[in-house]
């Protein structure tokens, strides 16, 4: 437990910094935007507002240099790859409930004073809306701490290919990654995914996500195995 308890400090401590600067500049867009929207919202039409998006991005981007920053001091403290990996897997969970907990926060603050001061022209995009009309507090909270569990084990992904295979490893994953989607466009296989995904409830979406994260963060597990402590 006290591993865990130090673990969990050094990697709080590590990212509190940034986590502030990140929190406070989309802060200050949010009032910013309420702020165009008192003064010169006669003179606009309506836009959208979305706090979820930046969050995954910073998250994702955050995790893809996790092992850089944090892995060669963890092993000079003489924790095990097994510990690091079970260390990180926990402070994923608490940092992806914690930032889940925040934007849905966010999100039920903006709605009531959009109603509050009777603001029209703001709308707010989440994932949310595409499974419906519910805003239920559990409900949002659920999915973004999914999103952003599979924002970090996604951007770990990526760690571990630069980190185990360099710069051109890495960056021929991206390239694959960039195919896909463009090979869904040639073949056309985007129609039959959308309507995949429109038949499938929430329910099943978000467990199978949280179930592919796990698996996703239990083979990142395996390779950091044989990692060494400098990257390549």
Known sequence: MNTVKGSFYILFQSYKKKNIIFWSILFSIVLLTFFIDTFFGQYLFSFAITISIPVYIFYSTTASKLLNNT??????LGISRTQYMVNVGLFFICWSLAGAVIITCTHKVITYFTALLKIKEILIIHPIYFFGNSTAFIDTVALDTVLLLFSLTSGLLLNIIFYRF???????????????????????WYTPLFE??????????VSSLLVFSVLLYFIISLALRKASVNPA
């Open 71 to 76: 892995l060669p001091y963890f092993l000079k």
């Open 196 to 205: 995949l995904f429109s038949k499938v409830s929430a329910i099943t979406i």
């Open 166 to 188: 360099g710069t051109i490893g890495g960056y021929s994953f991206i390239g694959i990654l960039c195919l896909i989607p463009i090979t869904m466009v040639i073949f056309e």
